[in-house]
């Protein structure tokens, strides 16, 4: 499937803000399953932008610096993304739990894309004994590991509402844990924390969900907005395996990663320093449509 993606983030500001000093991570990354096609971004009124090093994860990076007044600003994210990306399914011989726990301990990659920096608690996600022990049902070392973070995923999703008014970007996991609530990052959150807890490599996914859901099936909650789902280190041989935990489901088909971190401060779409006066006001707007469906965006400039 080929998707056209376009993110726009919209700033108005109380006051006139004389500099900024931005991050991007807009552009999705080559993964497996996905290639990038077209990329294009674009910033007004004013602004210069250009590559930077990834402090953390898996992402693109790019420094936006505007030098000169303005009282709104537009970032413009445009990509043409293919994914190619098959349901998992679970094998007679994928190891257990105790055994990915084992590998990922014994394993000597300290990249990016490697287990051992997913391993330990990060700033955004600490360990939390009633996450822990509420998560270890599903999580007995013995277990296939696909079957067990499927099994979670989907337990998380019958057992905790979608409501965006429960939460907010900066909630840590423990309170949306305690209300039952919340939206994508928070059940991606809780998830992370209980698998780490296990002695799990367990990453933080950032992207987007297809808009348009197949004839019969339902919409996906998460759609027209940023996602955010899991990822669980499942040896060597498997890699890294996908779990929405918002919808129940695997990562697959209707997925677009953009950015792989420890939590969100590590693949925030936008962040950075603002110097100015006044409040300010942020709108986000997705769009991600099948590239054969007449919901697809106007072609993406070059």
Known sequence: MIYDIRHITRFDYGGAVRFARCNLRLRPIDWPGQRVEEYALHVSPSGRTFPARAEAGLAHVTRLVVEEP????????????TVDRLVPVPAPDDPTLGQVANMARDSRDVSPSGPASYLF???LIPLEADIAAWCAADLHPDAPALEAGIALARRIQREFAFDP?????????HEAFAKRRGVCQDFAQIMISGLRAAGLPAAYASGY???????????LVGADATHAWVLLWCGPARGWIGFDPTNGIWM?????VVAIGRDYGEVAPVDGVVLGSGAQAMAVSVDVAPLDLPASPEPIAA
């Open 209 to 219: 969900i297809r808009t348009i859901p197949p004839p019969g099936q339902a919409r």
């Open 70 to 81: 303005v009282r709104q600003l537009v970032i413009e994210s445009a990509a043409r993304v």
């Open 121 to 123: 608690p990060s700033p």
């Open 165 to 173: 008014t429960a939460t907010l970007v900066d909630t840590p996991p």
């Open 252 to 256: 697959a088909g209707d997925h677009v």
